[in-house]
């Protein structure tokens, strides 16, 4: 063992080696970091050991950098926690390093999403509300403040332990367009009752003008406008991207209203879509979210449309119910989920625009389900904040270039609707495509 620890490049001490800190650890010093690094409750191996230590305990170490750990991962229960943000990962003395803000339960904290399992208040969606997160309370919901956390602690282990800056990992910034299609097309395929009664209802309204295109597009003579996938290959082809695709597979509902997944022009699109090399995922309908059944329904609809099996998906409404909706996902052999965001407001939900792994909080244990955040979404924009397209931009430009200093990924949701540029939509397409080139 303690040859072993010898070799290592960072001994972290605890006196307890529990599954949220190993957890906290394996985001910072592996996913992030790409550092070696090993945890030991031996103070003994401690003392054996001739690299770097890091000590996350209130006893003192000669030559550690020591962080004075909070509870939070020492527990196994879930209880009110509040985490205080405006403390920076800083050193408070220059000849003996001692942080006392607790970095890895701040981390832990957010990524681990502690505070959707406290509050039962939820919208009219049965979703978690942002103005119960302590980041919004804080005025720093739109601050990546986990990859800004984790970013200062880096210049500190350089600057203090000397650890070579070259051995870091490296990141990029990067662009991540993910695409919802709720309603494939606008006028076809909905059948003789939902035409019927849409055109009853626009003569009611006297809109003469969208009655006749309707007709113009249901006879061939007008493309849908909803219909705008080649488009999108085009753009997103110029800027060298490759898109996360989600669709609905659910049968119709209130708030599932697409064409039934047999319509033989959905398998086309799908097809071309897989064909130019963009990720097709499921997006659980909404009447599906607290049913397991229907979930593996429509995630076997999918996979038969594919002839392969699905790994990513985004929950329709950004419906999701912490832990049982990443339980469904993951016992349906789902290993991407891109629903952590919010939908009627921009910002980061997990604090973080780097992809993470869900920790069951219940369980107690790191899963295999990564989770892939977003920081904004159209209809959040438009809908929930009231934003025109010129307003969103300017509103999202200095989070873009926050992201590029910490060379994080941009990821963001548009729907085919909202790329149409028609309609409500009419002058938004612009703007996805200022941020495919970012």
Request: glycine fraction near 4%; hydrophobic fraction near 40%.
């Amino acid at each position: 063992m303690n040859r072993k620890n010898n070799k290592v490049l960072l001994l972290i001490y605890s006196k307890l080696k529990t599954p949220r800190l190993k957890y906290a650890l394996k985001h910072i010093f592996t996913a992030h970091y790409g550092l070696e690094h090993s945890l030991t409750d031996d103070l003994e191996a401690v003392k054996l050991h001739k690299g770097l230590v890091i000590n996350y305990s209130e006893s003192e170490i000669p030559n550690s950098l020591q962080i004075m750990p909070e509870l939070l991962l020492f527990q196994t229960n879930i209880d009110y926690w509040n985490m205080v943000l405006e403390q920076k990962v800083e050193m408070i003395e220059s000849n003996f390093s001692k942080i006392n803000f607790d970095i890895f339960a701040a981390v832990f904290f957010h990524i681990s999403r502690y505070e959707e399992y406290l509050y039962i208040d939820k919208d009219l969606h049965q979703r978690f509300k942002h103005e119960n997160s302590v980041l919004y309370e804080s005025e720093m919901l739109d601050k990546p403040i986990v990859d800004i956390w984790i970013q200062d602690f880096k210049k500190i282990l350089i600057n203090y332990l000397k650890v070579d800056g070259n051995l870091f990992k490296k990141h990029q910034f990067e662009v991540k367009p993910t695409i919802d299609v709720d309603s494939i097309f606008a006028f076809k395929g909905k059948g003789l009752f939902r035409t019927t009664a849409s055109m009853l209802k626009n003569l009611l309204f006297l809109q003469l003008n969208l009655i006749s295109t309707k007709f113009m597009v249901l006879f061939g003579n007008k493309k849908d406008p909803f219909d705008n996938f080649d488009a999108q290959i085009s753009a997103l082809e110029n800027e060298k991207l490759k898109a996360n695709y989600f669709f609905l597979m659910s049968d119709y509902g209130s708030y599932d209203k697409n064409i039934k997944y047999t319509n033989s022009e959905y398998k086309i699109i799908i097809d071309k879509l897989k064909q130019n090399g963009h990720e097709i995922g499921i997006h659980p309908g909404y009447a599906s979210n607290l049913d397991a059944k229907k979930v593996k329904l429509e995630i076997d609809r999918l996979n038969f449309i594919l002839e392969t099996k699905t790994e990513t998906s985004r929950q329709h409404y950004l419906k999701m119910d912490l832990p049982k909706t990443y339980r469904t996902l993951l016992a349906n052999g789902i290993k991407k989920d891109f629903t952590m965001g919010y939908a009627d407001i921009i910002g980061f939900r997990a604090g973080t625009a780097f992809p993470f792994l869900w920790f069951d909080l219940e369980k107690n244990e790191t899963t295999e389900l990564e989770i892939v955040p977003f920081v904004a979404m159209d209809v959040a924009l438009k809908n929930g904040m009231r934003l025109n397209e010129n307003e969103s931009d300017a509103l999202l430009q200095p989070i873009i270039q926050e992201l590029k200093t910490l060379n994080a990924p941009f990821c963001f949701v548009i729907h085919n609707e909202s790329f149409a540029n028609y309609g409500e939509w009419k002058g938004w397409q612009t703007l996805w495509l200022k941020w495919f080139k970012a």
